[in-house]
């Protein structure tokens, strides 16, 4: 027969757990002593970069977005306050600032065209055409940084991709799996057709002409009824090549 454990023997068990239990808390606060140290050095060393690297820093998108980069694996966001020591070493608070007020601009100003749906790369690049001459030069990289910042703010800002696109809306439309999916097929000539989208996605022309239907209300869509064919074309600026709208307008 197996004899039970004694009281003595549990206690001792339990001053064993006990031990194990503070050995294993001394190890975790050794290690995250160890790792505060790591972080406190390695963010003097990222302060001393940027003083010897400032002008590079504010001048080239390349070397700006490396910087956020390392930034970011230490996690210091130089970008969150337009006080402070990053803002007054470097400027790219108030860079992002004006940046964000830009972007928002832009955004509004083609909204009647694209419903709030811009494509990044045409943002950029009216972006880079608005900006005076002498200015710092942006990047696609920056332009999403300031959007980041325009959401925290609750402005309704967002950079969504769409296949192998990304867009910034601009709106509160919410786009479903369904939107998407036109979205992402009409890249390859700006338009859909209701019966272009049923055979390339299997749907049936019900649902198909629904999901175009909400993308016109939404004013993501305009409509081209001027084909012989008698189809009706929707067409999508926000996800339209660029050589495509250019040579409509």
């Known amino acids: 027969m197996r004899r039970r454990a004694g009281i003595s023997g549990l206690q001792t068990a339990a001053n064993t757990r006990d031990q194990f239990r503070l050995v294993g808390q001394n190890v975790a606060q050794i290690k995250a002593d160890v790792m505060k140290e790591q972080l406190a050095t390695f963010r003097t060393q990222l302060e001393e970069f940027a003083r010897k690297y400032k ?30 020591f990053w803002a007054e070493l470097l400027g790219i608070g108030d ?26 790369q045409e943002l950029h690049r009216v972006l880079c055409q608005r900006r005076k001459a002498g200015r710092e030069p942006v990047s696609e990289d920056d332009c999403i940084r ?16 769409v296949g192998k696109k990304k867009l910034v809306r601009s709106v ?7 939107h998407n999916q036109i979205l992402e097929l009409a890249q390859a000539q700006g338009y859909v057709t209701v019966e ?9 022309s019900r649902r198909a002409g629904d999901a175009l239907e909400t ?8 409509v081209d009824d001027g084909h012989r064919d008698g189809r009706r074309r929707y067409w999508f600026p926000c996800v339209a090549p660029i050589s495509v709208v250019s040579s409509s307008g």
């Open 55 to 84: 002008n590079e820093i504010r001048k080239n998108p390349t070397f700006r977005s490396q910087f956020h980069e390392m930034c970011a694996q230490i996690g210091v966001d130089p970008l969150a306050s337009n006080k402070g």
């Open 95 to 120: 860079f992002y600032y004006e940046l964000g007020i830009q972007i928002v601009e832009i955004c509004v100003a083609t909204r009647s065209h694209n419903g709030g749906l811009i494509d990044l």
């Open 146 to 161: 300031a959007i980041k910042k325009l959401k925290v703010l609750g402005s309704g800002f967002e950079v969504i991709s």
């Open 172 to 178: 509160p439309t919410e786009l479903n799996r369904d």
């Open 196 to 204: 272009e989208v049923q055979r390339s996605l299997s749907w049936s």
């Open 215 to 222: 993308l016109l209300e939404e004013g993501l869509a305009m």
